[in-house]
């Protein structure tokens, strides 16, 4: 079946220490996404990517860095620069062009040690 | 204010009731328009995407767009307790620089009692 793999499906950050968080997909979608999901606030964009090798920031990117090497894979590291990194991440894919519906992976809960 | 507003409940209903969620947007740009529903742990599912405005018909599910008003809604028909979630709505631009991006309100929680 196609669809999204995100893992781990928990993981814990030691102050200081960067994490990083998987996103697979085979779905054949060009653009993928990273969100963050905290209580009451909805979904707010950390950074999205259109094409391999190329992805911009969204709303709240500070203290997180992407790649995009493979059309498959988008990983997001957690760095130690973000200050309050205890959050539910999700990880979305489309097709491209405008208006596409994105697909969801069940998510990563970032919790600190 | 947020672009897109949503209550988020949660909103509890006996089985069998109809269901109606809804949102309210500032954007008059916005064309594209999504409901997604989010179990507890898990991601977000897709459950209706239409275009501009009028009515979408999938099952027990009902989706409207009033781009007059700026305000959608989903309707859920014979409500079960497996329809128990958090429901999402979602919109998007036609073009431009935010075309990419889906702004998303902050979610209703649904219950559904037995």
């Known amino acids: 079946d196609g669809g999204i793999t995100q893992s781990p499906k928990y993981l814990f950050r030691k102050e200081g220490q960067n994490v990083t968080l998987s996103c697979e997909q085979n779905l054949n979608h060009d653009a993928m996404y990273w969100y963050r999901q905290d209580p009451g606030q909805g979904l707010r964009l950390i950074y999205y990517?259109?094409?391999?090798?190329?992805?911009q920031k969204g709303d709240i990117a500070e203290g997180y860095s992407v790649s995009r090497e493979k059309k498959e894979s988008f990983p997001l590291t957690v760095t130690s620069a973000q200050k309050n990194p205890t959050a539910f991440y999700l990880c979305?894919?489309?097709?491209?062009?405008?208006?596409?519906?994105?697909?969801f992976g069940d998510g990563t809960r970032l919790s600190i040690l | 204010q947020k672009e897109v507003e949503q209550d988020p409940g949660p909103l509890s209903v006996p089985e069998g009731a109809i269901v109606s969620l809804n949102c309210t947007y500032s954007n008059s740009a916005f064309q594209y328009f999504m409901w997604y529903r989010q179990y507890s742990r898990k991601g977000p599912e897709l459950l209706m995407y239409t275009y501009s405005s009028g009515n979408k018909e999938d099952g027990r599910f009902t989706a409207q767009v009033d781009k007059s008003s700026k305000y959608i809604s989903l309707f859920i028909r014979d409500s079960q307790p497996s329809d128990s979630a958090t429901y999402l709505c979602?919109?998007?631009?036609?073009?431009?620089?935010?075309?990419?991006?889906?702004?998303f309100g902050s979610g209703t929680r649904l219950l559904v009692r037995p």
């Open positions: 979305a894919s489309s097709r491209q062009g405008v208006g596409q519906p994105q697909h």
């Open positions: 990517s259109q094409i391999v090798n190329d992805f």
């Open positions: 979602a919109m998007s631009e036609p073009e431009g620089d935010s075309s990419y991006k889906l702004i």
